[in-house]
């Protein structure tokens, strides 16, 4: 069973996924080939953290949780640096991103966290996200 921070976090992943794919729906249909390039990334990125949280849900070691997490980080912060470069670019509206861009921050800073915590945790078992955040 899952624990109430475990939902939470692969919750808020799946939601920034579901926003990042109508970012990029958004911005297919502009006519730009660096935008829609941009958008590749960002879709793979974006919606990569949210899978890979799941499967640390069923990870089959603490080593294996710890990488799922791993991953899980390093998409966060390659989806906010899409959509950094989105704004920087003047691509899309900055006050259209704004939210997607904390939304990555803190997915960022929540996964290293687990990180962190599963590292130091001394059971070998398969560590549940824990989240003091």
Known sequence: MLNVKQ?????????????????TEHIF????????????????????????LEEASAAQSKPDFISKCSIAAKEARE???????????????AKRLSPLVIEAGELVAITTTIVKNAAKSKSRATTPFNIQH
């Open 7 to 23: 939902r939470d976090i692969q919750d808020r992943a799946f939601e920034f996924s579901c926003r990042v794919v109508r970012l």
């Open 29 to 52: 249909r502009r006519r730009s080939l660096a935008a829609r390039a941009i958008a590749r990334q960002l879709l793979g990125a974006g919606t990569s953290v949210g899978a890979n």
């Open 79 to 93: 989806a906010r640096y899409w959509l950094r470069l989105l704004v920087a670019c003047k691509l899309v509206d």
